[in-house]
């Protein structure tokens, strides 16, 4: 009687086995492009979050050097220098607990300490001390 199944073949002990080629299935192939694609994106918004923060950070201008009232420093804002006394305290827990909106998730005074470039610290900060007097 004929094997009905041409694809099973039972081996013997005598017989080798034959080699099989060893190719990545469709799952690997699919879990490798899932996984480029994953990566992919994450650069990509990491670009975006870079562009966003530096956009923001270029179309806020200092205050202009000619200007009739003269803006404080990084260091008179980060003193409190030349505000009442009595305002200094209120002053200071607002720079300690506000937080910059530059995209820097930090405090206005860990910004204006470490961030030399960051312009919207500074800004916050002298509204705040121009509140203040």
Known sequence: MPDPSPRLHAVGESEPRRPRARRPGLAVILIAVYGLCFAAALWWMRGAA?????????????????????????????????LDP???????????????DCGCDLTLHDCLVGDQKCVRSAQIAQKIWSGSK
């Open 50 to 82: 870079a562009r966003a923060h530096a956009s923001k950070n270029d179309g806020d201008a200092p205050p202009a050097a000619g200007d009739s009232r003269s803006a404080p420093t990084r260091e008179q804002l980060l003193s409190g220098a030349g």
């Open 86 to 100: 009595r305002a200094r305290p209120e002053y200071a827990r607002r720079l300690a607990t506000d937080c910059c």
